[in-house]
């Protein structure tokens, strides 16, 4: 029902439109989708701004991996792009009782391998998550699971230790990627890396071009409409100008994550189409280590406090965004009773810039003169504009802000690999819900999170997710996420800067694709087809 209620949510935000965009007057609204595909294509090119590292689904935690396997593997439910929870590899989830999860799936869904789905298979794949040895990156969506096990031929049952409002949700993300087995322990430890990887998607992996390309064709044995493309061709193009360039010249037909720098090209152009869709993303700064001058949150309010939130949006976001003192999206909230929803938003993190008070909290510190390092990207300008503006309110302030640039796939690792992280004080970060609840972000700040960088640890912040998690009555997890919201807001472990829609830009050739941020989790390489 809270799945339902959120598409009216998201169709009144279409309707409604965001604020204006950066120094035209023009605006920009949200759309539902983009035109249905009129036919089928023999390929398409999708612009992607980095190579994955790996394809294997327990590593899928970031948007190079999830916009290409999204189309290859799927997951026991599907998130669709209204972004509501709808039936995947499973065709029937039950909840019979707080601590228990039933899963019947499709008979007859056959794998890229050649071999056909069954319960042990998703036994199998679950178990992969929670394997310690496999360091998975969706570990602690599987921390309140006791058992998974096979109670039929196509009948899959997880018995929770306690009850967990979010973890049927994450079955429609990368945490609940089945896969073949058989498939897996053939390719021993270099599954996901190259060859096949024994999905069931519309799409199986073809030739992988290290450094170049990752092609993708039509798996004709799909158990639903076959995709409207023969093949898919991922580009990799690392430098944001050359990105650009592509999608005008015709050399990569769309691609998400377009640089916000060239958003007013994009649209003047004749070649195709910049859409914006809901992206229940926040952009951040997030603090990745507590052992220098951040760990005082007096100079982390003090930094928050110095930045110029709308001058990043106008610069870095191109205009299309808002200005926002919250970690979490406002759609997240969308299914939250009033009063709670307003409850969350009260007195969070100041937006205005207030340099005196932030010039007060450093010398009360006693960090006048501190050092501290950011990370930057040459991946696109809300990155390197953002780092950018944290180094301008550091020195406004007395602080000493420096600069690190690392390479995009480099930058990629901050988010997966600790030692990446060493020597580097904050990143900027560009957090997407993968549910549609607020819980998704500020479970990150749990003692021992994947996400809790800075090792942050308050064991009364971890029993208030605690409650939120183990709340059956969505009332009950909406007040508990908010209380957890004031808490975050106020230790500032990440700033909260902006919010940011998605963005997608389609040539005049294809169609198709949604404008949504359900790409990472949804086969949207499938519905792409011919324009006309």
């Not at 749990?446 to 009364?460: C, H, V």
């Not at 902006?498 to 949504?516: M, Q």
Request: hydrophobic share 40%.
């Amino acid at each position: 029902m809270a799945a339902a209620s959120l598409v009216t949510a998201v169709i009144a935000t279409a309707c409604a439109g965001p604020p204006k965009s950066g120094g035209d007057g023009e605006t920009y609204r949200l759309s539902a989708g983009t035109p249905t595909a009129k036919g089928e294509l023999d390929s398409f090119t999708w612009a992607v701004y980095a190579e994955p590292p790996t394809l294997d689904y327990v590593s899928a935690f970031d948007y190079p991996q999830n916009t290409v396997l999204s189309n290859v593997c799927e997951s026991l439910m599907r998130w669709t792009p209204q972004l509501t929870l709808a039936p995947g590899l499973a065709e029937k989830a039950s909840n019979p009782d707080p601590t228990t999860w039933v899963y019947d799936l499709r008979p007859g869904v056959r794998f890229h391998d050649g071999g056909t789905m069954t319960a042990d298979d998703v036994v199998y794949s679950l178990g992969r998550q929670m394997d310690p040895r496999n360091a998975a990156a969706w570990a602690q969506q599987f921390q309140n699971v006791g058992s998974v096990s096979k109670t039929g031929p196509l009948q899959v049952t997880v018995k929770l230790t306690r009850p967990d409002s979010q973890f049927n949700q994450y079955m429609a993300t990368a945490a609940g990627v089945v896969a073949s087995k058989a498939g897996i322990e053939a390719a021993g430890k270099d599954y996901g890396t190259g060859g096949g990887l024994a999905c069931t998607g519309p799409f199986k992996l073809g030739t992988w071009t290290k450094g170049q390309s990752i092609e993708l064709q039509r798996f004709d044995e799909y158990r639903g409409a076959k995709a409207k493309s023969a093949k898919v061709v991922f580009r990799f193009l690392t430098d944001p100008s050359a990105r650009v360039n592509a999608l005008l010249s015709g050399e990569a037909d769309g691609g998400y994550l377009i640089p916000t720098e060239a958003y007013g090209r994009l649209r003047a152009a004749g070649p195709g189409t910049l859409y914006f869709g809901e992206g229940l993303s926040t952009v951040n700064v997030n603090v990745t280590s507590m052992q220098g001058v951040l760990g005082d949150v007096r100079v982390r309010r003090a930094l928050s406090l110095a930045l110029d939130r709308s001058g990043f949006v106008r610069t870095g976001l191109g205009g299309a965004g808002s200005v926002t003192g919250s970690l979490t999206s406002r759609a997240a909230w969308a299914t939250a009773p009033e009063e709670v929803r307003k409850d969350a938003f009260d007195g969070l993190t100041p937006t205005a810039p207030d340099v005196e008070q932030a010039k007060a909290l450093v010398r009360e510190a006693g960090a006048t003169g501190k050092t501290l390092t950011v990370a930057t990207s040459p991946i696109g300008q809300d990155v390197s504009v953002l780092a950018t503006a944290v180094q301008s309110a550091g020195a406004r302030i007395g602080l000493d802000v420096r600069l690190k640039t690392v390479a995009p796939n480099a930058f990629t690792a901050l988010f997966t690999d600790p030692a990446a992280r060493e020597g580097i004080d904050m990143f900027p970060e560009t957090y997407y819900d993968s549910i549609t609840d607020p819980l998704d972000l500020l479970a990150n700040f749990r003692t021992g999170a994947y996400q809790n960088f800075a090792s942050f640890s308050d064991p009364a912040y971890d029993e208030l997710v605690e409650q939120a998690v183990g709340a059956t009555d969505p009332v009950r997890r909406f007040a508990a996420t908010a209380q957890l919201q004031k808490s975050a807001s106020e230790q500032l472990l990440w700033i909260p800067v902006a919010e940011w829609p998605t963005a997608v830009f389609l040539n005049k050739r294809i169609t198709g694709a949604p404008t949504t941020i359900s790409y990472m989790y949804y086969p949207w390489a499938a519905d792409v087809g011919a324009a006309r």
